[in-house]
């Protein structure tokens, strides 16, 4: 059973930038990884995704704003998200793409002055 942590999250102002981090019990390889958002009264929805090859995938909302990444050694997937927007708001979930498996408790992302 894969066990998933994310970290990084906090308050930022619009323009700002955070680094989400995601540590995953288990192994990674061979396993497309993606990052996920559920704004409050919204969805759950993808934001971006990864490859075994390392190929990536963003959502329209975030494309040219976020960056995700890999470490198949350290068991890790990251978000890098860069020109924050109020609308970014929410809480942040890593997962396995495109099943998820069980849900960690995500960190939260504010961005507001």
């Known amino acids: 059973q894969v066990q998933l942590v994310e970290s990084g999250g906090g308050l930022v102002q619009p323009g700002g930038s955070l680094r989400l981090s995601c540590t995953v019990s288990?192994?990674?390889?061979?396993?497309?990884m993606a990052w996920y958002r559920q704004a409050p009264g919204e969805q759950r929805e993808l934001v971006a995704r990864?490859?075994?090859?390392?190929?990536?995938n963003y959502s329209d909302s975030v494309k040219g704003r976020f960056t995700i990444s890999r470490d198949n050694v350290k068991g890790a997937v990251y978000l890098q998200m860069d020109s924050l927007k109020p609308e970014d708001r929410a809480v942040y979930y890593c997962?396995?793409?495109?099943?998820?498996?069980?849900w960690g408790q995500g960190t939260q992302v504010t961005v507001s002055s």
């Open positions: 997962n396995t793409y495109p099943s998820p498996c069980s």
């Open positions: 288990g192994t990674i390889f061979g396993i497309y």
């Open positions: 990864i490859t075994t090859g390392r190929s990536t």
